[in-house]
């Protein structure tokens, strides 16, 4: 619940803050934010002896649910964007 309010409280001050020069660049530095934390995470991940010796065991069904997740999230951001540029062309 904590993460949805930060998250709220966070659109919001952009919102307010949308013409301000500094935060103007915010969306260069979220990119790369997002392949900053994805780095930490994979060390993360391959600094856990448990999960690097039962990648074995995890198997077809990982992968299939790790493609469809991508799937899923690629088909629902194009679908979001269209939806914001059919509503930009009003």
Avoid at 33 to 41: A, C, E, N
Avoid at 66 to 79: N, Y
Wanted: glycine fraction near 12%; hydrophobic fraction near 55%; aromatic fraction near 8%.
């Amino acid at each position: 619940m904590f993460i949805l309010i930060l998250l709220a409280v966070s659109v919001l001050a952009g919102m307010l803050l949308r013409g301000i020069g500094p935060v103007l660049h915010l969306e260069k530095t979220a990119t790369w934010t997002v392949w900053l934390l994805i780095l930490v995470f994979g060390i993360s991940l391959g600094y856990n002896e448990d999960i690097v010796n039962n990648f074995g065991r995890f198997g077809l069904t990982a992968l299939v649910v790790a493609l469809a997740g991508v799937a899923g999230s690629v088909l629902g951001a194009r679908a979001l964007k269209s939806y914001i540029d059919k509503g930009k062309q009003k």
